[in-house]
């Protein structure tokens, strides 16, 4: 941060991204600032502050629930809307970030914006099928969250764009779901393995399972050959140890350069096992 030279507080979001598109400075946006403080580039002159951007609510509309990108991990965990969504999934997430300090600070468009394999909420919400609103220069347009961690994604966020708001579809709303990580102590940010799962049960058969798995990688992974195996079928422990295989198996194919990587993957098979588990004996 030594080649700081203006510190820029926009009140809209249409001036943020004109100050993020400014040629004559290199710029970056900054919220609650809890991993991007640690990693900005001495290139960088321009820090634009939006934390007072009206992008901090939690709301139902069209029946999606509607959660603004400056929401704390605090707001969200204390908010009745993500107690009662999903199986109060986003709530509980929020809860396992870290300390109470960090809690306060850290927003959920942050956490979302800048890949890392101890990011909470970019698992999850692929697990909840969600939508972000991304600002630019030229407008606004909604993206399946997958989208911004592709490689031909078509903007720089916290760069030239922003996230505005997170949009989780009103389908998800009774949905069974669960994030779940396994780190040295609740309070760590770092984990050997995290995991968000959702499906929806109609006739007691499995409807649009999702199966993300993130540490092992900065980007969320979906283990699609996993949902395969329970999807439209009704759930049973065998269903469930074919499902245990697949998941295993899913993530043979991939590469991983993480340590202790056979270690992490019989963690993170566990924690897919017991959430069927706790699908079929109904404690979800």
Same mark, same amino acid.
């Given at each position: 941060?030594?080649?700081?030279?203006?510190?820029?507080?926009?009140?809209?979001?249409?001036?943020?991204?004109?100050?993020?598109?400014?040629?004559?400075?290199?710029?970056?946006?900054?919220?609650?600032?809890?991993?991007?403080?640690?990693?900005?580039?001495?290139?960088?002159?321009?820090?634009?502050?939006?934390?007072?951007?009206?992008?901090?609510?939690?709301?139902?509309?069209?029946?999606?629930?509607?959660?603004?990108?400056?929401?704390?991990?605090?707001?969200?965990?204390?908010?009745?809307?993500?107690?009662?969504?999903?199986?109060?999934?986003?709530?509980?997430?929020?809860?396992?970030?870290?300390?109470?300090?960090?809690?306060?600070?850290?927003?959920?468009?942050?956490?979302?914006?800048?890949?890392?394999?101890?990011?909470?909420?970019?698992?999850?919400?692929?697990?909840?099928?969600?939508?972000?609103?991304?600002?630019? *220069?030229?407008?606004?347009?909604?993206?399946?969250?997958?989208?911004?961690?592709?490689?031909?994604?078509?903007?720089?966020?916290?760069?030239?764009?922003?996230?505005?708001?997170?949009?989780?579809?009103?389908?998800?709303?009774?949905?069974?779901?669960?994030?779940?990580?396994?780190?040295?102590?609740?309070?760590?940010?770092?984990?050997?393995?995290?995991?968000?799962?959702?499906?929806?049960?109609?006739?007691?058969?499995?409807?649009?399972?999702?199966?993300?798995?993130?540490?092992?990688?900065?980007?969320?992974?979906?283990?699609?050959?996993?949902?395969?195996?329970?999807?439209?079928?009704?759930?049973?422990?065998?269903?469930?140890?074919?499902?245990?295989?697949?998941?295993?198996?899913? *993530?043979?194919?991939?590469?991983?350069?993480?340590?202790?990587?056979?270690?992490?993957?019989?963690?993170?098979?566990?924690?897919?096992?017991?959430?069927?588990?706790?699908?079929?004996?109904?404690?979800?």
């Amino acid at each position: 941060m030594k080649n700081i030279k203006y510190c820029c507080f926009p009140k809209t979001v249409d001036e943020a991204v004109k100050l993020l598109n400014d040629k004559k400075h290199k710029s970056i946006a900054v919220a609650g600032g809890i991993l991007i403080a640690k990693s900005i580039s001495d290139s960088i002159e321009q820090y634009v502050d939006i934390r007072y951007l009206p992008l901090k609510y939690i709301k139902v509309s069209g029946g999606d629930l509607i959660i603004g990108a400056l929401c704390s991990f605090d707001e969200i965990d204390d908010n009745p809307l993500a107690k009662k969504w999903a199986c109060g999934v986003l709530s509980k997430a929020a809860s396992k970030c870290s300390s109470q300090l960090v809690r306060n600070m850290a927003t959920i468009g942050g956490n979302i914006s800048k890949p890392h394999s101890f990011n909470i909420f970019p698992a999850l919400l692929f697990a909840l099928d969600a939508n972000v609103k991304v600002a630019f *220069l030229k407008g606004s347009k909604i993206y399946p969250i997958g989208d911004i961690y592709n490689s031909g994604f078509p903007h720089k966020l916290g760069s030239d764009s922003i996230i505005t708001e997170i949009i989780i579809p009103a389908y998800l709303k009774n949905c069974q779901a669960n994030y779940e990580k396994f780190a040295k102590t609740q309070a760590c940010w770092e984990s050997y393995a995290s995991c968000a799962f959702s499906l929806s049960l109609k006739n007691g058969k499995v409807e649009k399972p999702r199966v993300i798995i993130s540490s092992l990688s900065p980007k969320p992974i979906r283990l699609e050959a996993a949902e395969g195996i329970i999807s439209n079928k009704k759930l049973s422990f065998e269903i469930i140890e074919e499902a245990m295989e697949a998941f295993i198996g899913n *993530l043979d194919i991939l590469k991983f350069s993480s340590a202790n990587i056979t270690f992490k993957k019989e963690v993170a098979s566990i924690m897919f096992k017991r959430f069927l588990i706790s699908v079929l004996e109904g404690k979800i």
